[in-house]
């Protein structure tokens, strides 16, 4: 079975719909389990089992939400060096009420770092949560979940 991780972040509940989507969209994938978590209860056990990553944040201040940079906080140093994290794939999703590109910029970075591949485009929502964001998001986690499950990453 192949396991893709959602963690966000939500203070004010669109990133959380967002990622309910994304988990819904890797969940439909045949031979793919979802695991949706805040980024808060979510830790280094859950990135090492993971095949794949989303990572779902708000950007607050023109920046991540603080949650989520605990969430990197937490596991840089415990995941240095460790081969179930080198290039990892990953995608990246971001709430944001009019612009979104400091919260995206911030995360992506980081995930240079780790290092982890980026294997989709980043969707960054402004404004409203509406039907069309929510399909983009099943159809994101739809997509990496097909990816890692094919092995082409
Ligand atoms: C403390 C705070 C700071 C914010 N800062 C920004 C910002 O810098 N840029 C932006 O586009 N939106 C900003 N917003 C708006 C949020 O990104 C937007 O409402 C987002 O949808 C919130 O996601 P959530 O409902 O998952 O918490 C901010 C909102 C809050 C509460």
New binding site residues.
Partial sequence: MCRILVIY????????KMAREVARGADAVDGVSATLLSASAAGIEDLLACDGIVIGS?????YMAGMVKDFFDRTYEPARGRREVFRKPYGVFI??????S?ALRSIERICLGYPFKKVLEPLVA?GC?DESVLSRCRELGMTIAAGCEAGIY
């Fill in positions: 972040h939500s203070q004010t509940g669109n990133t959380e708000p950007e607050y201040f023109g709430s944001a009420g009019n612009d979104g400091g402004v949560v």
